[in-house]
């Protein structure tokens, strides 16, 4: 959908209607859900995440390799290293194929062993997120377009990140793998691992990750801009919800 086509939707849509739109918690008959089987194997995975965060730190664990993971959870008790049923679980959440989901995006991460190169990043003061290097001077301009309202909210993501991300996500959709995947996608097909970023209004929390901000004087400015488009808009191919805060760099 072109930029003009997308301003000329918003501009007719109600308030109401632009919320219903972005709903991610619309349940079908043909939802996928955590096997019965796979439930210990999803709550244990996602615990030892949850554990290596803790000990590295939010912002390191953005950039953290699978690799590094698993040494951080042999190396602290409170942790205990990945089994093997433990690893295999996460080979399957990485390699199955999303469209049983409806998720229809492309693969960003061939492998789940890849690394982020930590020369490639820059760690954008007081937010505790990273971008791609070539990307921070575009950041910095985008900052100063908009103005001293718009933060940054989510930058880059490894394969680890986004892994912990999606399994949340499920949790909190309480086990249902399909609604969870239109708004955190499956861990190899993040396009925050290869250089778009989220952004938000200052003070305004969780909302900044909602349709309402879309209506915000912050969004009206993204769209004025040349450079930088939404990866998600209203309809979007790849089947995710809309999400006004997503940015994609166009030039």
């Known amino acids: 959908m072109q930029r003009r086509d997308f301003l000329g939707v918003l501009g007719v849509l109600g308030v109401g209607l632009l919320s219903s739109m972005a709903q991610a918690d619309t349940l079908t008959s043909g939802d996928i859900w955590v096997k019965e089987e796979h439930k210990l194997l999803f709550a244990s995975v996602l615990k030892k995440l949850n554990l290596v965060e803790s000990i590295v730190g939010h912002a390191n664990f953005n950039l953290i390799s699978l690799d590094e993971t698993l040494k951080i959870a042999k190396g602290?008790?409170?942790?205990?290293?990945?089994?093997i049923a433990e690893l295999?679980?996460?080979?399957?959440?990485?390699?199955t194929d999303p469209r049983i989901y409806?998720?229809?995006?492309?693969?960003?991460?061939?492998?789940i062993s890849d690394t982020i190169n930590k020369k490639d990043v820059?760690?954008?003061?007081g937010t505790g997120h990273y971008v791609f290097g070539d990307y921070a001077p575009?950041?910095?301009?985008?900052?100063?377009d908009v103005g001293e309202s718009l933060i940054l909210t989510s930058g880059v993501r490894s394969m680890v990140k986004q892994l912990c991300l999606h399994l949340e996500k499920i949790e909190s959709e309480k086990g249902n793998i399909t609604v969870a995947s239109r708004s955190l996608v499956p861990p190899a097909y993040s396009y925050h691992s290869i250089g778009d970023f989220d952004v938000g209004k200052k003070g305004w929390g969780h909302q900044n990750f909602t349709a309402n901000?879309?209506?915000t004087q912050e969004f009206w400015q993204l769209q004025k801009l040349s450079y930088v488009s939404m990866r998600y808009t209203i309809g979007n191919?790849?089947?995710v919800r809309f999400e006004p805060w997503h940015i994609k760099i166009v030039s």
Not at 77 to 83: N, Q, R, Y
Not at 138 to 144: D, I
């Open 88 to 95: 295999a679980y996460i080979e399957e959440v990485s390699y």
């Open 102 to 111: 409806g998720f229809n995006g492309k693969k960003t991460i061939e492998r």
């Open 122 to 125: 820059i760690k954008i003061s």
């Open 76 to 83: 602290y008790s409170k942790v205990e290293p990945f089994t």
């Open 213 to 215: 901000f879309a209506r």
């Open 138 to 144: 575009l950041l910095e301009r985008l900052m100063k």
């Open 237 to 239: 191919g790849d089947g």
